[in-house]
């Protein structure tokens, strides 16, 4: 039997069917194809998922350790490069040079200040509803969900609003090919080193300032990843949670009605979310250090294995006899396990919330203006995240013109 391409687990209409059969035909680790002739492990037991990320001397987080890669079978510039080749930050390393660099990290996230942000992102959620609101349409994806979380983390590490949105058209750009992704790459660099040379003359509350001042970290290039990985690990995956929560609410009525009907608070219908479709819904990867066994299977070194986040939620085993998936338990694993889970569960709430709970109350009579079937997604092996919801509403409220300024009292 070939092994399944891991993009028809993201591009479905319906991951349930898939994940199923994947879990009847090989149980909880499966052969998958990342490209032609590229295969990997898909691990969807939840015992071998606490495995895979718990054990660093047994599976790396270097993608140097993949022989794929080494052995020349993924061709330099192959799609999987930014996800799986090796990245000299936080994500690249483990043990102590991973601990170094995470501290950094930690600090700036702790150092978060929720009812700060919480007031940012409620300012910046009722300008863009603002910019729409007499239209009586829109598309949540690309009007609403895919800005906030950039510019709320820009907002986070020091940029001023017009900067994150110069930063956001640069990582668009960049993710695009040829010239427009270079001339990206250079917009996002020259942003990121104006913004280090003011902080460095003048720091201010924020987390530029923070990890510009940092002890564990030794240069400004260490300096620049650390704000570069807060960008990325942010933007896709807390675009991903609000378009994903915002798809149920208008394709699932009783979901919806649950939210409304308060029966269901948007914590816990964010939770449901992580459970059953989450962000990262396939997470590469760790790296084989020797020959071993998982889930009954022979493992080679230098095998990649890929987390199956969403896949997870099918392993009967991890749910007989106890409450694993009900709501309100947060015992998914929708932010990985083990030394490099995600470090920034609390700011991704705080922002995924408020640019929900602000637009469901902004918005009346919404409804999607497409069918449920058509909605299409993102062609991504990673994330699954509707690539548009276009949606029509009888009366918006942003609040006050475009909302207040953060600062003022709620
Ligand atoms: C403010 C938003 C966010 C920021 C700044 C952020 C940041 C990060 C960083 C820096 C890492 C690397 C940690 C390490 O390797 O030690 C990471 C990993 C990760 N994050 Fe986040 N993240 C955010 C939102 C999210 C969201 C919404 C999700 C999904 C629910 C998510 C899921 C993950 C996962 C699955 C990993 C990988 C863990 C692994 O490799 O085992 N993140 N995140």
């Known amino acids: ?18 994940f199923d059969r994947l879990w009847r035909d ?21 015992e071998e998922l606490k495995t ?13 350790d993949w022989r794929a890669f080494r052995d ?14 090796f990245r000299d930050d936080v994500t690249g390393h483990d043990g102590d040079e991973h601990r170094r660099l995470r501290r950094p990290i930690e600090d700036a996230i702790a150092a978060v200040d929720h009812r700060r942000l919480r007031r940012t992102v409620e300012y910046l959620c009722r300008g863009l509803i603002g910019a729409f609101a007499g239209r009586g349409s829109a598309d949540l994806v690309a009007e609403y969900a895919a800005t906030v979380p950039l510019l709320a983390i820009g907002g986070l590490i020091g940029f001023a609003p017009r900067q994150s949105r110069e930063l956001r058209d640069a990582l668009r750009a960049r993710s695009g090919s040829g010239e427009d992704a270079r001339e990206g790459d250079r917009r996002f660099e020259a942003l990121l080193g104006g913004l280090l040379a003011e902080r460095r003359e003048r720091p201010a509350d924020d987390a530029a300032s923070l990890l510009l001042a940092h002890p564990d970290l030794r240069t400004e290039a260490e300096v620049r990843q650390s704000v570069a990985v807060l960008v990325s690990g942010g933007n896709h995956t807390t675009m991903s949670w609000i378009a994903q929560t915002l798809r149920l609410m208008l394709t699932d009525p009783r979901f919806a009605g649950r939210v409304r009907g308060g029966r269901l608070g948007i914590d816990d219908a964010l939770d449901e979310v992580l459970a059953i479709a989450p962000p990262m ?42 409450q694993f998936w009900q709501r309100g338990n947060r015992a998914h694993l929708a932010w ?16 995924a919330r408020t640019a929900v709970a602000t637009v469901l109350h902004a918005l009346r009579g919404v409804r999607l203006a497409i ?17 548009r919801l276009p949606v029509t ?6 609040g006050g013109a475009h909302g207040r300024r953060p600062g003022h009292r709620p």
């Open 1 to 18: 039997m070939n092994p399944l391409p891991l993009s028809a687990t993201t591009t479905c209409p319906d991951t349930r069917p898939v």
């Open 26 to 46: 090989h149980g909880p680790v499966a052969p998958v194809e990342l490209e032609p002739g590229v295969h990997a492990w898909l691990v969807m037991g939840y």
């Open 52 to 64: 895979i990320t718990g054990t660093p001397r047994l599976f790396s987080r270097d993608g140097r």
């Open 72 to 85: 020349g079978a993924v061709p330099p510039g192959s799609p999987l490069g930014p996800m799986m080749s």
């Open 281 to 322: 819904i396939n997470m590469p990867a760790r790296y084989a250090l020797r020959d071993t066994e998982l889930g009954g299977r022979a493992i080679a070194r230098g095998d990649a294995l890929v987390l199956g986040l969403a896949a997870v939620a099918h392993d009967v085993r991890a749910h007989a006899g106890s």
């Open 336 to 351: 990985s396990a083990g030394p490099h889970a995600c470090p920034a569960r609390d700011p991704a709430r705080t922002i």
């Open 371 to 387: 069918d449920p079937a058509d909605i299409e997604y993102e062609p991504s092996p990673w994330t699954r995240r509707p690539a």
């Open 393 to 398: 509403f009888t009366h918006a409220d942003p």
